[in-house]
T-cell receptor, first 115, second 113 residues
Framework: GAGVSQSPRYKVAKRGQDVALRCDPI?????LFWYQQALGQGPEFLTY????????KSGLPSDRFFAERPEGSVSTLKIQRTQQEDSAVYLC?????????????FGEGSWLTVV | KQEVTQIPAALSVPEGENLVLNCSFTDSAIYNLQWFRQDPGKGLTSLLL?????REQTSGRLNASLDKSSGRSTLYIAASQPGDSATYLCAARATSGTYKYIFGTGTRLKVLA
């Protein structure tokens, strides 16, 4: 596709429910990032993939958060037993080359509200 | 630990004015710095990427500078237009051992027609 695509765009989950957020990066992009953005704040790093390898997951806030990119393209961020503090926009980004020394392209985000 | 600060948090200017947005970072050992634009309800769009070896980058009416020794970057917008209204974020990447960008909280810019 022309850009990074994320789905769903909006998700309302009941507290305790599991959610899965999908990211389709730009075709051929090696690097993929997940960020979490709370209202009025800058994005906070969650995790980084280089192809299918998850090289950095230091930003995942708890073991309820899990991300995968099994074939090195589409990625899924899964949140188990959602809590109200998980309410945020989850942004996916990709870049053509390894690391983060290149322009990164963001999707429009998945807006998660936990009620 | 790298921290990125942006001042001011919000700014309103009349159309046509030249303006400067500021970004400060605490660890001068950065790999590069990017400036992004974010429109309400949208993702981020990369505006300019400055590598650590560069002093500035220009794109159209935008010019970004980088001074690693002082831990500062500025985004200069010339002849501002109402369409420039958005939140502008800067993000720094450390030199090694990490792939993450550390973002500031942004400057909300409103250009008045």
């Amino acid at each position: 596709g022309a850009g990074v695509s994320q789905s769903p765009r909006y998700k309302v989950a009941k507290r305790g429910q599991d959610v899965a957020l999908r990211c389709d990066p730009i075709s051929g992009h090696v690097s993929l990032f997940w960020y979490q953005q709370a209202l009025g704040q800058g994005p906070e790093f969650l995790t980084y993939f280089q192809n299918e390898a998850q090289l950095d997951k230091s930003g995942l806030p708890s073991d309820r958060f899990f991300a995968e990119r099994p074939e090195g393209s589409v990625s899924t961020l899964k949140i188990q037993r959602t809590q109200q503090e998980d309410s945020a926009v989850y942004l996916c980004a990709s870049s053509l080359h390894k690391g983060a020394g290149n322009t990164i392209y963001f999707g429009e985000g998945s807006w998660l509200t936990v009620v | 630990k790298q921290e990125v600060t942006q001042i001011p948090a919000a700014l309103s200017v009349p159309e046509g004015e030249n303006l400067v947005l500021n970004c400060s970072f605490t660890d001068s050992a950065i790999y590069n710095l990017q400036w992004f634009r974010q429109d309400p309800g949208k993702g981020l769009t990369s505006l300019l990427l400055i590598q650590s070896s560069q002093r500035e980058q220009t794109s159209g009416r935008l010019n970004a500078s980088l001074d690693k020794s002082s831990g500062r970057s500025t985004l200069y917008i010339a002849a501002s237009q109402p369409g420039d209204s958005a939140t502008y974020l800067c993000a720094a990447r450390a030199t090694s051992g990490t792939y993450k960008y550390i973002f500031g909280t942004g400057t909300r810019l409103k250009v008045l027609a």
